[in-house]
């Protein structure tokens, strides 16, 4: 998986975001602090992994599925892969 390898500094920035987000929507609820602003973070926090998503799915499918060295049935099985793991992200 180079395009993670290649892409690990930034990927890592947005993990340790989100992280930080995490942390502060359990010490706002542990401070039962208002809704508002605990919806407001957890709002945040997706935002941030549909980032990372986007980010990490992006690269697959350019290095993966647009490499022209692989077969057509190979790419039709990551094409397969690819959409069990989009439906299983968007339930």
């Keep these: 998986m180079a395009h993670t390898v290649s892409s690990k500094k930034k990927l890592l920035s ?41 980010e990490v799915l992006e690269g697959h499918l350019r290095e993966h599925l647009g490499a022209k060295e692989i077969s057509e049935q190979q790419r039709n099985e990551e094409i397969e892969q690819i959409i069990s793991i989009i439906k299983s992200y968007l339930k």
């Design 14 to 54: 947005r993990i340790r975001k989100i992280k930080g987000q995490a942390s502060a929507v359990e010490k706002s609820l542990e401070n039962e602090s208002d809704c508002q602003l605990i919806l407001q973070q957890v709002a945040a926090i997706k935002g941030a992994i549909n980032g990372l998503m986007k």
